[in-house]
């Protein structure tokens, strides 16, 4: 029985996409055995959008693992210097309708990580901060390496997390990304291994319908240095992309998440598309694709989006 052959689009995105890139990409594309259709240049200034609809040789594995391998294909045989950012998708990520965005927060929909912060006011930053980076890495267990950052904000004033929640930048273009996956009919959650004081702020200020994070312990109005248990651990967020998409009423490969460190990777696999947003190496090359510059705005190109319709939602 022969194997059948799987249709994607190839969605290139960076600063400047001229026609001797686009041909290389095509060209890429032609060695590793896709028959290319129709191209179109969904965004013509930075960042430029082209997309590049082909059908991928007959093959037993199953269409996302075809599409990471031919992503990676691509990166290595066009875009050494990474400035490109390529993403591959079928029809069933892309298709229009309702779809659910699951993100992570800090580093993902604020520029920030709030742990840090908080440590910063308390005087342990550097040390606080030197175990975060390495959490967002992989290197340590995320729930043991939680509660020994949280030890050290033991006695911290309360109030400091109010002051906090009201300065957290958001990050450029997650306003848009969250306005349009709403304008479309669907759905936007936060899911943290952060903090809920920062998570609900988050929500009112972005719109989200659903925040999921840790609660810290407070007495006589300090932090003890403990969180409530349980942690939103690794597996807790990919679970949440199924109570979620459950409760909607969505398939799985309708669901969008969206992250940058080590303890989102379970939940990248678990949607039926994983974007790795200026992330670690080790979740950028795990994930179904990676943004490496730009705002959030660039996950709905992505998802098929052309200029003019993302450049509406950041109207007033």
């Known amino acids: 029985m022969s194997r059948r052959s799987q249709a994607f689009t190839v969605t290139a995105i960076a600063e400047e996409l001229d026609d001797a890139r686009v041909a290389a990409i095509t060209q890429a594309l032609t060695g590793a055995g896709a028959d ?11 960042p430029a959008v082209v997309a590049i609809e082909i059908t991928a040789p007959g093959s037993d ?3 996302r693992e075809q599409a990471r391998a031919l992503r990676h294909t691509l990166l290595a045989a066009c875009c050494p210097a990474g400035d490109i950012d390529i993403a591959v998708t079928d029809a069933a990520v892309s298709a229009p309708g309702p779809r659910l965005l699951v993100a992570d927060m800090d580093s993902t929909l604020i520029e920030i990580e709030v742990i840090d912060e908080l440590a910063r006011r308390h005087g342990v930053h550097d040390e606080v901060a030197a175990v975060t980076a390495r959490a967002m890495r992989g290197e340590l267990d995320f729930e043991a390496s939680l509660r020994a950052r949280v030890a050290r ?12 929640a009201a300065r957290l930048p958001i990050m450029p273009g997650a306003a848009a990304l969250v ?3 709403k304008r479309a009919g669907g759905w936007a959650a ?12 988050v929500a009112a200020r972005l719109g989200l319908d659903h925040a999921f994070a840790n609660e810290l312990v407070i007495a006589g109005g300090r932090l003890t240095g403990e969180v409530v248990d349980p942690v939103v651990t690794p597996e807790r967020k ?5 109570e979620l998409a459950g409760r909607h009423g969505l398939a799985r490969e309708r669901v969008v998440a969206v992250g940058d460190g080590a303890n989102d990777l379970l939940m990248l696999a678990r949607a039926g598309l994983g974007v790795a947003f200026h992330a670690k190496p080790r979740v950028a090359a795990a994930a179904d694709t990676a943004l490496t510059t730009g705002g959030l705005e660039r996950v709905l190109y992505v998802l098929g989006w052309r200029r003019a319709d993302v450049d509406a939602l950041f109207a007033p």
Not at 153 to 164: E, K, Q
Not at 190 to 198: L, M, N, Y
Not at 238 to 242: R, S
């Open 36 to 46: 290319v259709g129709v191209t179109e240049r969904r965004s013509e200034r930075a």
């Open 61 to 63: 594995a199953p269409a």
């Open 153 to 164: 904000l033991a006695g911290l004033d309360a109030s400091v997390m109010a002051d906090l």
């Open 179 to 181: 306005r349009g996956i």
């Open 190 to 201: 936060v899911v943290s291994g952060g903090f809920t004081f920062g998570t609900a702020a």
């Open 238 to 242: 990919a679970q949440v992309i199924d």
